[in-house]
């Protein structure tokens, strides 16, 4: 007999089970060799999808870090502070988008949503290789913020319709592994691309032409292959189907009513809960300190170890083996974290692994302790993106209240980029003294934040399971979703 009975006679068809809302054909007996299985399958159809979508994100918004040390700034005459603005307006439209963007998701269909995104994107792309004037450049880039906007809460958004809250950041470390992987395979690529001479373009244009060209390859492949939703994932059996999607909601803990993510409906009570609570405010705010350092390192780690004494080819290549490093403790870090059931901890470490990389920048006067420190800032800050954005996803239900808390979160935490953006002027180099100064100062706010939202949802678990919340039961507005005295806070 299947772990997955049919149920017999319209009479037990029709009724549904006290934990469900809506009849079902299938007893729901929960079994680990079933959900295991099913979990198996998910990852092989959707994993390698998110991964190749999101590399290629990260290296079409940072190669143009490896296209200024390859000519860049010269051919399009970008004296003062014009490469930083250019690198700036990236984030504005990149901002604004994020939380309509997580709301389109779902209405359009995650499955479709994001390769068209990235189809977009990889036009856009394509096109930074042909501008031949500072304006040029600049509407590019915003173009290409726009385009990239909803990418990165959209893929935590639609990860979080697939698998339990516990089973979620290791699969997010899969994806997100791929923006330090990026790093040093854009360092490698950009080496060899930069030698192309043909059609009157020469250096750094082939790095936007062929990557961009990538990414429209992979958008259009990936647009045939990704489901929208569990119950219309058709690698699934129909059993299959229902197995997850009960499956997930029960994971909630009663922070929903709906049996599916496919019969909710929007409504401004889940923004207002979305944005109006501790934890998408502090985890948020916790996501703008995260990413001053991450975006500072991705955008100019070329022109940091420049300012050592490497020429450009090699200081290309020696990009690549703090990135890897950084690739390879996101795995771990994800891996680790799922098995804890906790977020903060691991953050804190990261943070701590990180400051002492930029304290071996300020401190030191030998190059290749400075270079040490850059694999310490790799390994210490990449892990905590993932991290924090888990962190929030886990303790925030039902979809549209996750939805909208994590597009505030991460417009909100991409604001960081206006800081790093501007933490590493030419003016500065080769030191950078000012820039490595703004990222320890905001590595040192981030600890004190994630410890502080650590102490508040313990007290705020122990509360529920001392009953102290049961009052809400009888509130009578609607579903209570992460509010709901059942729903434990992951630390």
Known sequence: MGLLNRK??????????EKDVSPSPYNHVEDPATERRITRKLDFHILPWIFALWLLA????SNIGNAKIDGLTTDLKLTGNKYNIALTVFYILYILIDIPSNWLLKVVGGGKYLPLLALAWGIVGICMG???????????????????GGMFGGIILYLSMYYRRHNLMFRLGIFYCAAPLSGAFGGLLATGLAEINYGGYKSWPWIFFVEGAMTVLVAIAAFFFLPDTPGKAKFLSEEEQWYITHVLREDLGGATSESKVDDEKFSWNAVRMAL?????IGLSLNFFLILIPIYSYSLFLPSIISGLGYKRITAQLFTVPPNFLAFLMVLIA????????MR????????????????LQLASHNSGAKYVGTFFVAMGMFPCSPLVLAWLSNNLAPHYV???GLGFQVALGNCGAFVATFSYLSTDAPKYTKGHAINLGAIGLSLILTLSMMAYQKAENAARASGKRDGRLTEGKGELGFRHPSFKYTL
Request: include cysteine.
């Open 8 to 17: 017999e006679g319209g009479h037990a068809a029709a009724i549904a089970d």
């Open 58 to 61: 990260f290296i079409d918004r």
């Open 130 to 148: 042909a501008v031949k004037s500072y304006g040029g450049l600049i509407a590019c880039r915003m173009l290409l913020g726009a385009c990239e």
């Open 276 to 280: 109006l609570n501790v934890n998408t």
């Open 334 to 341: 994800s891996w680790t974290s799922d098995r804890i059931k």
């Open 344 to 359: 903060g901890p691991l953050i804190a470490v990261g943070l701590v692994l990180a400051a002492i990389g930029y304290i």
């Open 402 to 404: 996750k939805a909208t």
